[in-house]
T-cell receptor
């Protein structure tokens, strides 16, 4: 089992809808998680981070963390074609080792 | 503030040649990371430094790869001799400190093609 798992997609969502990206992790001691967006041919760009149970909102983005169920999610409201990218879920293990998920490809169709 | 700077942005070389990739981290960041990204393997951590000292190089694929950080503002990743399977995008990233509440910030990457 990978330490941080994501569905590779592609996830296709109509423009204006909510895109839901999910990530599960195996190390129960993991403390914090980050979501990066990576456009094709570009470097990963930080969108959100979360370390407390519950929701954290920033504009159209909401990160959710459920430590009991060991999952992290990213919701994108009012999806735009410019949101089409690969989204990487990243966590720190209990040993402070950074673990990258393999990424989910999101496609917003007009 | 300037972000992480990498050079060159693109490199095309022939098998057997030496390749040197360069990175300047964000000023004041104590941690520097080198990654390789391919379609097949995704993003792989090669090595990281703390205060210019290599901490974990377990991701370095083989002895052909070496990395140095002579000072806080400069690091190199060298491949010698290069092979076609080294073709990938190489990212450098930096982080302010050891806190796991701190994110890494990536440079634009170096796209390497070994013919």
């Amino acid at each position: 089992q990978k330490e941080v798992e994501q569905n590779s997609g592609p996830l296709s969502v109509p423009e204006g809808a909510i895109a839901s990206l999910n990530c599960t992790y195996s190390d129960r001691g993991s403390q914090s998680f980050f979501w990066y967006r990576q456009y094709s041919g570009k470097s990963p760009e930080l969108i959100m981070f979360i370390y407390s149970n519950g929701d954290k909102e920033d504009g159209r983005f909401t990160a959710q963390l459920n430590k009991a169920s060991q999952y992290v999610s990213l919701l994108i409201r009012d999806s735009q074609p410019s949101d089409s990218a690969t989204y990487l879920c990243v966590g720190y293990s209990s040993a402070s080792k950074i673990i990258f998920g393999s990424g989910t490809r999101l496609s917003i169709r007009p | 503030d300037a972000g992480v700077i990498q050079s060159p942005r693109h490199e095309v070389t022939e098998m057997g040649q030496e390749v040197t990739l360069r990175c300047k981290p964000i000023s004041g960041h104590d941690y520097l990371f080198w990654y390789r990204q391919t379609m097949m393997r995704g993003l792989e951590l090669l090595i990281y430094f703390n205060n210019n000292v290599p901490i974990d190089d377990s991701g370095m694929p083989e002895d052909r790869f070496s990395a140095k950080m002579p000072n806080a503002s400069f690091s190199t990743l060298k491949i010698q001799p290069s092979e076609p399977r080294d073709s990938a995008v190489y990212f450098c990233a930096s982080r302010p400190d050891s806190s796991t509440l701190r994110a890494q910030y990536f440079g634009p990457g170096t796209r390497l093609l070994v013919l």
